[in-house]
């Protein structure tokens, strides 16, 4: 018995996604997947070198940094080795300087990809890498215009449109979020109370990114300004900053709740 399938039919490419932030991980996997290409995943370097040893992908979305091993070493070390020498490798950061691009292509990278994922712009990379392998399929263009008000804060609409409009999607989304905030909270409080300036500031950078993919526009602008003044402020400006930054995020928090409970109810 068979599934219809034509094994003879070539598979759409494949793509690695190397990212160690799981809120990250579900969207960057719907948007590829939207555009027809089958996904398989790794949360840091160490995993994505392990993952191309066993079988190569078709393209390799690399987050930068990342603990363990960070992108630019995983993509030095995929350059050196013959299952990763010719793989199209693409960074994906949350910075935009020149220095940082600079920085990619001289690890290796094919290209660099900024944060928060436009769908579009993906879809261009990852076409002109792979010669057009993808299968665009279109977002519902009512998704925006069915959408409710987003609560401060909480651009909903940019949610639904790199999730494709899909509630469960949004749903797994916001709950990784909203059960993961508690942990990331202490970890930046914790920095600041030992002023451990360079942990304080990777702390904010992870935090803005995961903001960033969610749209969670004021607290994205609270820790990029965290991350920004981290290293140069004084102790107690750093902890007047993050008392700030909780502040927002217990806001955000709240949005989170009225958003899930709407879910549930079918009313959004």
Do not use: W
Request: charged share 30%; with cysteine; proline share 5%.
């Amino acid at each position: 018995m068979t599934d219809g399938s034509d094994p003879s039919e070539p598979h759409p490419p494949e793509i690695l996604l190397v990212e160690d932030q799981p809120v990250n991980r579900v969207l960057a996997r719907g948007l590829i997947e939207q555009l027809g290409y089958r996904v398989r995943e790794a949360e840091n370097g160490y995993a994505a070198l392990d993952s191309v040893a066993r079988r190569a992908p078709d393209l390799i979305l690399m987050d930068l940094q990342m603990p363990g091993m960070d992108g630019l070493e995983a993509t030095r070390r995929l350059r050196r080795s013959p299952e990763g020498q010719y793989i199209p490798i693409i960074a994906m950061t949350a910075h935009t300087l020149e220095a940082d691009r600079d920085q990619c292509l001289g690890a290796g990278m094919d290209d660099h990809l900024s944060k928060p994922i436009d769908r579009d712009h993906l879809g261009d990379l990852l076409a002109r890498h792979l010669s057009g392998g993808g299968l665009r399929t279109a977002v519902s263009a009512n998704a925006q215009d069915a959408a409710p008000a987003s609560p401060p804060g909480l651009n909903l609409a940019r949610l639904r449109e790199v999730t494709g409009n899909d509630t469960r999607t949004m749903t797994e989304l916001l709950r990784l979020f909203r059960d993961d905030a508690p942990a990331r909270a202490r970890r930046i409080e914790a920095a600041a109370e030992a002023g451990d300036r360079e942990r304080l500031a990777r702390e904010a950078h992870a935090l803005k990114g995961v903001l960033l993919g969610l749209g969670a526009v004021e607290a994205e602008i609270a820790a990029r300004s965290l991350e920004e003044r981290a290293r140069a402020c004084t102790a107690d400006e750093a902890l007047r900053a993050v008392a700030e930054l909780q502040g927002v995020l217990a806001k955000l928090d709240q949005q989170i709740e009225t958003v899930l409970a709407g879910f549930e109810r079918g009313s959004t």
